[in-house]
């Protein structure tokens, strides 16, 4: 396959914007990058990502695939080989111009590149090393970068791409080795997998070990210290394609967090785009809705303390699509509550339907000053339409209260439904496009 050098790059970024809807990118920057004065743009380790869509996809950063030519046939991907859509791929050029004027216009505040697979991983990652080194050295872009990196790829490519760009990632794909075979048989699950150490651990090369394991050779036979993907990595699975439970998909995400130390496991609501999968019944009314339970039941894992242990097992595979995973949890726990607000430790306030880490946060500070009244609560973010169930302050409850499980669940899921609504009928969100930013020209996307 050639780049193509005879299609108006307008049309070019159409294509290759629509063909990159299905990658995730609603990572925050992580990393603070300044350009001192003598180039363009800065990144913020409070995040660059400020303006999200409903169903938490970034609209902040320049999302396109490079290319959506590719040599593999996966069952799953609109650009793969076997169908008959149009194709398109950018030259190192066209990415940096368009990078460049969208920043200008502030439609943007950093780049986010994908790409289907010309020719080899190799040959397509080096013409992506290319475009981001240029944008780095010769147009003194100091913006957020997000590069997704191609399993299969010289760890020596991977290690001059990380020295450049802020976060990359390997897409997991499909949670288990069994899926994958099965729906992309070009990829190999060991070349996924070995990728991510090396993102993980930096620069070197990585010798593949027995099993799943990894070794890194360093220089100097040790690990040097340096700004290698200073934002870190994430990855990305696609749910419904293969019958595995939520219970399952937690397991693997659980493992991405402790073994690969991932900043955010990303999950995408399988559609079946070329209509060639008989994919199995989805857990659940909607897939969007299976999706944004694992969202939730991920925030529980990353900030809130829990174990895929509490929330799922063999015997209860997967969430409840009325209740959110953390409410579920505790309706099923209610030996538990009432907590006394006053009382509580961090993690136990944490543990509370309606409390977040800032207002647990609040509240173990304001309460070493002076009594805290449900008035109180609400001022400092509590949800008190969940917590009420589940809390006394001072000894009392907000209303007289029936520690019953039945009755609490249809209560909070009464209170939901309107949500759930949303969601079952895709109402939520649908993905922007930069054709959007024709009407939006006097305002900035993604600013905050």
Same mark, same amino acid.
């Given at each position: 396959?050639?780049?193509?050098?005879? *299609?108006?790059?307008?049309?070019?970024?159409?294509?290759?914007?629509?063909?990159?809807?299905?990658?995730?990118?609603?990572?925050?920057?992580?990393?603070?990058?300044? &350009?001192?004065?003598?180039?363009?743009?800065?990144?913020?380790? /409070?995040?660059?990502?400020?303006?999200?869509?409903?169903?938490?996809?970034?609209?902040?950063?320049?999302?396109?695939?490079?290319?959506?030519? /590719?040599? =593999?046939?996966?069952?799953?991907?609109?650009?793969? %080989?076997?169908?008959?859509?149009?194709?398109?791929?950018?030259?190192?050029? +066209?990415? @940096?111009?368009?990078?460049?004027?969208?920043? %200008?216009?502030?439609?943007?505040?950093?780049?986010?590149?994908?790409?289907?697979?010309?020719?080899?991983?190799?040959?397509?990652?080096?013409?992506?090393?290319?475009?981001? #080194?240029?944008?780095?050295?010769?147009?003194?872009?100091?913006?957020?970068?997000?590069?997704?990196?191609?399993?299969?790829?010289?760890?020596?490519?991977?290690?001059?791409?990380?020295?450049?760009?802020?976060?990359?990632?390997?897409?997991?794909?499909?949670?288990?080795?069994?899926?994958?075979?099965?729906?992309?048989?070009?990829?190999?699950?060991?070349?996924?997998?070995?990728?991510?150490?090396?993102?993980?651990?930096?620069?070197?090369?990585?010798?593949?070990?027995?099993?799943?394991?990894?070794?890194?050779?360093?220089?100097?036979? %040790?690990?040097?210290?340096?700004?290698?993907?200073?934002?870190?990595?994430?990855?990305?699975?696609?749910?419904?394609?293969?019958?595995?439970?939520?219970?399952?998909? *937690?397991?693997?995400? +659980?493992?991405?967090? !402790?073994?690969?130390?991932?900043?955010?496991?990303?999950?995408?609501?399988?559609?079946?785009?070329?209509?060639?999968?008989?994919?199995?019944?989805?857990?659940?009314? &909607?897939?969007?809705?299976?999706?944004?339970?694992? =969202?939730?039941?991920? #925030?529980?894992?990353?900030?809130?303390?829990?174990?895929?242990?509490?929330?799922?097992?063999?015997?209860?595979? &997967?969430?409840?699509?009325?209740?959110?995973?953390? @409410?579920? #949890?505790?309706? &099923?726990?209610? $030996?538990?509550?009432?907590? $006394?607000?006053?009382?509580?430790?961090?993690?136990?306030?944490?543990?509370?339907?309606?409390?977040?880490?800032?207002?647990?946060?609040?509240?173990?500070?304001?309460? !070493?000053?002076?009594?805290?009244?449900?008035?109180?609560?609400?001022?400092?973010?509590?949800?008190?339409?969940?917590?009420? =169930?589940?809390?006394? @302050?001072?000894?009392? /409850?907000?209303?007289?209260?029936?520690?019953?499980?039945?009755?609490?669940? %249809?209560?909070?899921?009464?209170?939901?439904?309107?949500?759930?609504?949303?969601?079952?009928?895709?109402?939520? =969100?649908?993905?922007?496009?930069?054709?959007?930013? +024709?009407?939006?020209?006097?305002?900035?996307?993604?600013?905050?």
């Amino acid at each position: 396959m050639k780049i193509q050098q005879n *299609m108006d790059i307008s049309k070019k970024l159409k294509i290759l914007t629509d063909a990159a809807k299905y990658d995730v990118a609603c990572t925050s920057s992580g990393v603070d990058r300044s &350009n001192h004065g003598k180039g363009m743009g800065n990144t913020h380790a /409070c995040g660059i990502c400020h303006s999200f869509s409903s169903d938490g996809r970034c609209i902040s950063l320049l999302k396109i695939l490079y290319t959506n030519e /590719c040599i =593999y046939d996966c069952k799953y991907c609109i650009n793969r %080989r076997s169908n008959d859509v149009p194709r398109a791929s950018f030259t190192p050029d +066209e990415v @940096c111009r368009l990078t460049m004027e969208f920043y %200008r216009r502030n439609y943007i505040e950093g780049l986010f590149l994908s790409s289907g697979i010309l020719m080899s991983p190799d040959y397509t990652m080096s013409l992506i090393y290319e475009t981001i #080194w240029k944008l780095r050295n010769e147009h003194n872009f100091f913006g957020y970068i997000h590069v997704k990196a191609i399993p299969g790829t010289s760890p020596e490519i991977i290690e001059k791409i990380g020295f450049l760009a802020d976060r990359m990632s390997t897409n997991l794909e499909l949670p288990t080795r069994k899926g994958l075979q099965e729906l992309a048989p070009n990829k190999s699950h060991k070349h996924m997998l070995a990728s991510m150490r090396q993102i993980q651990y930096g620069t070197g090369n990585l010798i593949a070990a027995s099993g799943d394991g990894y070794s890194l050779v360093t220089r100097n036979g %040790r690990h040097q210290k340096s700004k290698f993907v200073p934002a870190g990595q994430s990855t990305q699975m696609i749910i419904g394609a293969t019958p595995e439970t939520d219970y399952q998909l *937690m397991m693997v995400t +659980e493992h991405m967090y !402790r073994e690969y130390k991932m900043k955010r496991v990303f999950y995408s609501a399988f559609v079946n785009v070329n209509h060639n999968i008989d994919a199995p019944a989805p857990v659940g009314p &909607n897939p969007l809705l299976r999706e944004h339970r694992l =969202y939730q039941a991920d #925030w529980l894992l990353r900030y809130y303390n829990f174990e895929v242990k509490e929330l799922l097992n063999e015997q209860h595979p &997967n969430f409840n699509v009325v209740l959110d995973p953390k @409410c579920d #949890w505790a309706v &099923n726990h209610l $030996e538990r509550f009432p907590v $006394e607000i006053m009382k509580a430790d961090y993690y136990t306030l944490l543990r509370i339907p309606g409390l977040g880490v800032k207002s647990a946060r609040r509240i173990i500070s304001a309460r !070493r000053y002076g009594i805290l009244d449900f008035n109180s609560l609400k001022k400092m973010g509590v949800v008190l339409k969940r917590a009420a =169930y589940f809390i006394t @302050c001072n000894g009392r /409850c907000m209303f007289p209260l029936k520690m019953d499980k039945d009755f609490i669940a %249809r209560a909070l899921a009464d209170k939901d439904r309107k949500q759930m609504f949303e969601i079952e009928e895709d109402t939520t =969100y649908r993905q922007m496009t930069l054709l959007d930013l +024709e009407t939006k020209a006097s305002g900035k996307v993604g600013a905050g």
